[in-house]
């Protein structure tokens, strides 16, 4: 039995099923790949299967890894290929590596958002850059203390670590880097939220791009 | 691949994977090569839709056509409702994200009477009109089919076509007639009239009713040389067929989210309650190596590590051991449970135990019916209570901690000795755990009854009888729960409301089409949802138009009645029918169909064949 770690990205429409739907997706293409998935051997044998990072619903991601556990011998190169034959539409297999970091040490987060159907692309990007060069920009938060729900409220600017303003032809673009992780995670949704008040007829595409370590280096 | 306006929607909705398509499995075609599009669509959410075993059939037997492209539309949950209507989007399907008033073909599964109004829902959400007379352009044709067709009246006036029976054979020459009309520009009386000399498509418009001065039906005349009675189609042998090869596998949990394979069309049982096991005769029995083979091939095709072997009785299917045998070879090794849901107390064996818990264990389920043996033979469910205690033995020795039982309240000839008797068989089933010399240490049984209200359906020997009020049924719930002694029981009981509401569509006739729409208009939809169900609109609906519900669901009619559902004909005779009837009034019972056939006619429909009939002489 050993660990490898499955690197795809989840584009276009198939970014609308959640974290859950996704694992029995996988779970159903890895039974079609017929790859030897190792079982837990309890009264209900299910495969071993853990996410680095579950994505939100309705993101993007050129960066989702997952580990699964494998019996007998079969090469990475010969479990990619068995993997991207089976995968639905929207997933697609790019790397089986073994695993070099645990998935604790994931950091930060960088993303891409592009913005749609704004009224004057343009002005959307003048106020987006005004909003972010402020002093604070505080939201409402649902979180949790304990087991009880609670309304938070965060600074996103204080969370900002790195951003990104332009225009790729007629389309606003904002790459930004944030806290993401167990400890601490931060939802660029907040802040697109946030820009999207400026222009209620537009609408946004998170893509996550790269997870980075607290050094700023990626996760492998 | 939904439309490009629908995009800024989704993040705003529960669940936007309902609303994109794109399954794996899912069947995209080039429209300019097709000559006829189909919007099959299933008048609930997505998870129920996907759920059910008739859609993926009909879908994979129409695509199989190069010239048909049909699609999958489910009804879009309130709050995307809501998105659409705000934002100008048409229902659309799911393949193509194309509007569903474009189609050809707009196809209904009636599944159950409480939704009917998404039916009028999603027509409206679609642009059309919802009545029949208002739609004058060929297309789209409006087709109802499903269990609920057997009495489609209330819903007449809404569809344009209803198909009578099993969809797998006779929608070719359907499809056909439709692509000639529309290739030679015919209009769609002309089109209406041709579909309505096919076997087994009924043409309500093309049916007058007239009403006797009590309410009662006089006379359902038919009209422009449509046929006296329509009869249901039925195939006449299960391995030739075609199965689907794949299932489009839903990224959503959904609530059957697994491989379900119709082994058995048709029961042999007879129960006089079960409108299934008459509509859905003759016996018809596939065979095992197909079934294996199918089964092996929609595993590979899918993922699914669960396979459900569906009929309407399992464990009635003859080669039932055999068939394990086979599928059991390969499902051990890959993991894939198999589960069986129609078992019966009856039949079920130490080694049939022993096969179904090779895998995983799933519960274990039930279905007495009644709580007395008197009550047992008037409904002909032919289970004796040393058989439910037998059974249980069983299940407890091989591990098992919890029961379901299934029950129903209402049944006609029932007593107050019989409805304490439910809560009897159940503590009999709780003593039976506790006499068990090897139950695991420290664990305690959990008995769970779960009580439905009988409802009289048409094509039953019930469906002269009245059923019971709201009222009578309420009382009879505390009645049962007053004689239950022990928190080991469970009891949950299905809402008198929502059963009430079923027995005056199954029965009823053309003028509910009134109250249907009447409460939809007032914001009746997704009816068959605790949240969602308001009986208060219901009430003032019928009110409002003039009808007296009772009059359909609480009143016992004459044998010689004119039932609205006459000139509709599912092989079993009405004198067969009443036969039955009467003998439920004195407990007896009727043989089930291989032990001696009671000739109810349904063999006719398969050229005189029925498998019970062939294994009731070879035995």
Known sequence: MRCVRVWFHKTGPIRYISHLDLMRTMTRAIRRSRIPLWYTEGFNPHPYMTFALPLSLGMQSECESMDIRIEGEMENGEICRALQGVMPEGITITDIKDPVLDPKFIAAARFRVSFHNAADPSAL???????????????????KKGHKKVMKEIDLLQSLQSYELRLEGETPVLDLVLPAGSVNNVNPALLCDEILKLDPGAYYVITRKQLLTKDMEPFA | MYPKEVEKLLPLVQKPGRYTGGELNSIVKNKDEVALRYAFCFPDSYEIGMSHLGIKILYSVANARPDVWCERVFAPWHDMEAQMRQNGIPLYALESGDPVKDFDLIGFTLMYELCYTN????????????????????????????????????????????????????????????????????????????????????????????????????AVTPRDGAPATVQKQVISDLDKVPYPEKFVVPYLEVVHDRVTHEIMRGCIRG??????????????????????????????????????????????????EALLDKLLDWTIPEKINIALPSLRVDNFSDSLMEKLNKVRRSGLTFAPEAGTQRLRDAINKNVTEDEVVRTSRMAFRGGWTAVKLYFMLGLPTETPDDVAGIADLAQ???????????????????????????????????????QDTRDMLLEKQKLLLSSIHTKKINASFHKVDVSFLEGVFARGDRRLSAAIEYAWRHGCKFDSWDDSFQIERWEEAFRACGLDPLFYCSRRRDFSEVLPWDHLDFGIRKAFLQKENEKAHRSETTPHCRLQCAGCGANKLNGGNCDALRQSLVS
């Open chain 2, 119 to 218: 039916v009028l829902n999603m027509l409206d959400l679609a642009g059309l009109p919802i009545r029949a007379a208002d739609r004058h352009d060929l297309t789209p044709i409006v087709v109802g089919g499903g269990a609920c067709a057997c009495n489609p009246e209330p819903m007449a006036p809404f569809f344009d076509v209803i198909s009578l029976g099993e969809g797998e054979e006779m929608y070719d020459a359907f499809f056909d007639l439709l692509k000639d009309c529309k290739a030679r520009g015919a209009d769609k009386q002309e089109f209406l009239r041709e579909a309505a000399k096919l076997p087994g498509f009924y043409v309500p418009s093309l049916y007058d009713v007239s009403y006797h001065e009590d309410g009662t039906v006089e």
């Open chain 1, 125 to 143: 990007l003048q106020n987006a850059r005004e909003m972010l060069s402020g002093d604070s920009l505080v939201v409402q938060k649902l979180g």
């Open chain 2, 271 to 320: 129960c006089r309650f079960c409108q299934a096991g008459f509509l859905y005769r003759p016996i018809r029995e596939k065979s095992p190596d197909t079934i294996n083979d199918q089964c092996r091939a929609l595993c590979d095709a899918t993922g699914y590590d669960e396979i459900s072997l569906s009929s309407l009785s399992t464990s009635d299917y003859t080669k039932l």
């Open chain 2, 428 to 466: 009999t089933v709780v003593n039976e755990f506790y006499r068990n010399p090897d139950k695991p240490k420290g664990k305690g049984v959990t008995v769970s009854i779960s009580v439905a209200s009988f409802v009289p359906k048409p094509f039953t020997p019930f469906q002269w009888e009245p």
